[in-house]
């Protein structure tokens, strides 16, 4: 769907208001990844945005490397997906190796695409995504980028107000400082967030801190090692190394007293490069970043006063050993936009801002706490993460446990708060709070499409069975998109609009029948055969997505 429709199809209802409307524009502080993204989907959503951001174009080092095939589809979201494919990498797995590089295990990508329709570990250049991100953002009439421009303060109003919030801004070019007003602030200012300052947020530290040192080198002619993630085992000095693009490298290593010292020599730091580099000469090495960075794992405690919240690393610190850090955010922007959108176009209370912080810091938190357990598994030098790390790669290597924990998703469901609830659904399938796959699909003209692309921005009923008038009144209420899923040559459901499952895997997602998508993707009613109806569902989630009135007449 072009974004012109999906501008028109986001479009308020009169049936749906039970508050006025906010016509003034958000405000997004730092236009990285996560605040471009967040700005388009509300401006897909017809909500005007104003992005703030202190550099004058994308800031051109190397730092997130890493996307998962579900994070792809919020990319897909706002209509960037295939240039980012054509610019990143699909990585063909990840491989384990000792201290003197001997392979202990190699757990390669065999499938092209993922659950979600793209490939499971895509390794970038941070820099192209944000000029990609930019360009597409120069594309919307309705948000704006204001760079080498700098927040200054935040004035955010008495608790409960729903009163805009003023910033004080001061472009650095002209010197010039002006206050405006927003009728929320979305703060994706990063680890030292003056909106977390602002609403009196602290991090809550999960972890402890770890000095490494990163390397990014450009290199015209291909290094003579494996293309997939390397994981160097070494309780002394334990390092990642992973391709990132056709002639980009990234490592990472503990900082011991040789790593510290390569920090001030370029030659010290190729001789720690050299297990990788073989005989390519050093002249061809360009190291394009060497610095010492701190792996944080920490959560804000709360990441919302009112309309102003908190997103990515302002929220949450991720270390780096599940690749899920920016991510991630981009998850907190798909979850936030489309809730705030409909409470500015007052079709929703503000209580469905509450699901913001009730969804996302659960899933943040789980996340961090991941990546500092896997972290500990791969690098502790204690004797018993030693013995342990030895055995479980041994019985993995002879079982394939430890190949499919190691190249599955780390993303879990979604819990907390009357949107994401836990299901008594048995097996596996559509239940609350999970993401809805996204298989190979024929769209109504019999032509191959991504599934998302069919359902719009807005939410989506998948039925493999006719739908109930329940379900019909339900899906005329919200509004969501009807869509029929049929089986390959089958007539399937007349009711919505028809969409073939060429693979059989949503049909099997489905169990014979129905689940009510969020635009987010996220499930958030499921039914299973006729022993019950979406509908029945509704009185637990209903009311926050719209007045009583919405509902009347929907049994």
């Known amino acids: 769907m072009s974004p012109a429709a999906e501008r028109k199809s986001a479009a308020p209802s009169a049936a749906h208001q039970d508050v006025a409307p906010d016509r003034r524009p958000v405000a997004v502080i730092g236009a990285g990844p996560v605040g471009l993204t967040a700005a388009l989907l509300l401006a897909q959503n017809d909500v005007p945005c104003e992005v703030f951001e202190r550099h004058p174009a994308p800031y051109p080092l190397p730092r997130a490397v890493h996307m998962d095939d579900e994070v792809m589809r919020i990319l897909q ?160 000095r334990p390092a990642t190394y992973m391709r990132i693009a056709d002639d980009r490298y ?109 969804e996302r810091r659960p899933h943040a938190t789980h996340l961090v706490r991941t990546a500092v357990r896997i972290g500990h598994a791969m690098t502790s030098a204690h004797p018993a993460a030693n013995a342990t790390r030895r055995a479980a790669i041994a019985v993995g290597r002879h079982t394939g446990l430890l190949s499919r924990a190691a190249l599955s998703t780390v993303s879990p469901p979604l819990h907390g708060g009357p949107l994401a609830r836990r299901s008594h659904l048995p097996g596996r399938g559509a239940r609350p709070g999970r993401q809805c796959p996204q298989p190979p699909v024929l769209g109504p003209d019999g032509r191959p499409a991504r599934l998302d692309d069919l359902l719009g921005s807005g939410f989506a009923l998948l039925t493999s069975q006719p739908a109930t008038a329940a379900e019909q009144r339900l899906a005329q209420a919200l509004p969501a998109r009807l869509i029929s899923v049929l089986a390959p040559g089958g007539d399937g459901p007349g009711t919505g609009d028809p969409v073939t499952d060429t693979t059989g895997t949503l049909r099997a997602w489905l169990h014979g029948g129905s689940a009510l998508l969020r635009p987010d993707r996220v499930v958030l009613a499921a039914a299973r055969g006729s022993r019950d109806t979406l509908a029945d569902s509704a009185l637990s989630w209903a009311r926050v997505l719209a007045p009583p009135a919405t509902w009347s007449g929907l049994r």
Not at 190 to 202: E, F, P
Not at 263 to 285: F, H, I, K, M
Not at 327 to 342: C, E, T, V
């Open 250 to 358: 990234r490592w990472e290593f503990r900082l011991d007293d040789e790593a510290a010292a390569a920090v001030n020599g370029r030659s010290r730091v190729l001789r720690l490069l050299a297990p990788w580099t073989g005989d390519v000469p050093d002249q061809q090495l360009d190291v394009v970043r060497m610095a010492r960075y701190t792996f944080r794992a920490q959560v804000a405690d709360h990441w919302r006063q009112d309309r102003v919240f908190l997103l990515g690393d302002a929220a949450h610190l991720t270390p780096p050993f599940i690749g899920q850090g920016l991510g991630a955010g981009l998850r907190d922007a798909h979850n936030l936009a489309w809730k705030l959108a409909r409470v500015l176009h007052g079709q929703s209370s503000e209580e469905l801002l509450d699901t913001y912080e009730s």
């Open 77 to 236: 979201a706002v209509h960037v997906a295939d240039e980012f494919a054509a610019r990143s990498r699909p990585t063909l797995g990840m491989q384990l190796v000792d201290s003197r590089h001997r392979l202990l295990a190699r757990f390669p990508r065999e499938e092209a695409l993922g659950t979600h329709g793209f490939p499971q570990a895509n390794m970038f250049d941070q820099p192209e995504l944000e000029a990609i991100l930019r360009n597409r953002l120069a594309q919307e009439p309705r948000a704006h980028l204001h760079g080498s421009t700098e927040v200054l303060g935040l004035t955010l109003p008495h608790p409960g107000t729903h009163t805009p919030a003023r910033l004080r801004v001061k472009d650095l070019h002209s010197g010039t400082e002006r206050t405006l007003s927003a009728s929320a602030v979305l703060g994706c200012d990063g680890a030292a967030s003056l909106t977390r300052q602002a609403i009196g947020s602290r991090h809550q530290v999960l972890g402890r801190p770890q000095d490494w040192l990163v390397v990014d080198v450009r290199c015209p002619v291909p290094l003579p090692a494996w293309d997939g993630v390397h994981q160097v085992c070494d309780p002394a």
